[in-house]
Nanobody, 120 residues
Framework: QVQLVESGGGLVQPGGSVRLACAAS????????MGWGRQAPGKERELVAVITSGGSTNYLDSVKGRFTISRDNAKKTVYLQMNSLTPEDTAVYYCNAEVVATSRSTANYWGQGTQVTVSS
């Protein structure tokens, strides 16, 4: 069993910043790629940012230069620093991880999500 637990969402004003965190726990041998997705009301989930175990990153075009993804492998935690937020960033943000379990099987997991609302 693997769990991903997000934290750090909330209400933020336009132009503001928020930092999300996601901690993985359970029967984990290693974690490959970690990332963040988001889903706004009435829209499909989209992948916002990903980071490999080696630290390579990739971002959705609309967040480049504003969002920064990072990870702490020792803590099995991934972060998303979001700056210069706009109302269009309002969504439920989900953590994602490709986990190699102690059984050596590999599976993809999603967290339960955390709401980020950008509004004045």
């Amino acid at each position: 069993q693997v769990q991903l637990v997000e934290s750090g969402g909330g209400l933020v004003q336009p132009g503001g910043s928020v930092r999300l965190a996601c901690a993985a726990s359970g029967s984990i041998f290693s974690i490959n790629t970690m990332g963040w997705g988001r889903q706004a009301p009435g829209k499909e989930r989209e992948l916002v940012a990903v980071i490999t175990s080696g630290g390579s990153t990739n971002y959705l075009d609309s967040v480049k230069g504003r969002f920064t993804i990072s990870r702490d492998n020792a803590k099995k935690t991934v972060y998303l620093q979001m700056n210069s937020l706009t109302p269009e960033d309002t969504a439920v943000y989900y953590c994602n991880a490709e986990v190699v379990a102690t059984s050596r099987s590999t599976a993809n997991y999603w967290g339960q999500g955390t709401q980020v609302t950008v509004s004045s």
